[in-house]
């Protein structure tokens, strides 16, 4: 499957003093980074700060969200080319968070990720079910539902794309899914995703309460081709730990 992907999304979260301190100890705690893609998605208002710090490192810029429409009259939104010059190769697309508090449904994240491909970046589109669902045994039709709204819009050459598996119970919540069911919904996924974009083309991550103990078993699971951290990707070390693991993964 390629190289891992370790993304970590801060969230609401973030200064420019503390990110100055974030990334050095990111980078001081990095063993050599090994065949590993690491990428860091700061707020928007951190993004050229981050940006300048990374420059030196392999270190990748993401955003967390991006708005579809080039530039005009749209209050509070950032778009593509904005990111593009900020230097961003990745973009988060429909996060649960963005879905739960802000309206976002599988209409907008299907028009983001076609246009996020359109201009060249890497759309990370996340899914994920809640609780309710999995224990109705409608997880898999549910995920594989809202993949299937998000790449409804993709046309032409696709280089990349990411698909995060978030399932919304293992969110902040410490209670990570089984590197199993990661699995399983990936596998899911991945044969569902291979129907629209190239097998090779396709990176498959799992999100959700990921630390530096469990990330061993996600990242030696099949079909589990990185991880997409919350909480522990403000933390510089353990970061770096989940980082340096990855980049010591032999793939089959
Ligand atoms: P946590 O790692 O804090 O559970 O967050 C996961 C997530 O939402 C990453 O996008």
Not at 211 to 238: C, D, Q, R, Y
Request: glycine share 12%.
């Amino acid at each position: 499957m390629g190289r891992p992907l370790i993304i970590g999304n801060w969230k609401m979260n973030g200064s420019l003093k503390g990110s100055e301190a974030l990334i050095r100890s990111i980078q001081s705690a990095l063993d050599a980074q090994g065949e590993v893609d690491l990428c860091i998605c700061p707020p928007f208002t951190l993004l050229s700060h981050v940006g300048s710090l990374l420059a030196a490192t392999e270190i990748k810029l993401g955003a967390q969200d991006v708005y579809h429409e080039d530039s005009g009259a749209y209050t509070g939104e950032v778009s593509l080319p904005m990111l593009k010059e900020m230097g961003c190769q990745y973009v988060l697309v429909g996060h649960s968070e963005r879905r739960q508090y802000f309206g976002e449904n599988d209409a907008s994240v299907a028009i983001k990720v076609a246009a996020t491909v359109r201009h060249g970046l890497t759309p990370v589109l996340c899914v994920g079910e809640e609780l309710a669902t999995r224990r109705a045994n409608r997880g898999e039709d549910y995920v594989l539902a809202q993949l299937m709204a998000g790449l409804s819009l993709l046309e032409g050459e696709v280089k990349e794309i990411a698909i995060a598996y978030e399932p919304i119970w293992a969110i902040g919540t410490g209670q990570a899914a089984t590197p199993l069911q990661a699995s399983a919904m990936l596998r899911a996924i991945y044969q569902l995703a291979r129907n629209k974009v190239p097998a090779g083309q396709v990176r498959l991550l799992y999100g959700g309460s990921v630390t530096p103990e469990n990330a061993a078993g996600f990242l030696a699971a099949e079909f589990v081709g990185g991880v997409l951290a919350g909480g522990v990707s403000l933390k510089g070390e353990s970061f770096a730990q989940i980082a340096s693991l990855a980049g010591s993964k032999t793939y089959v």
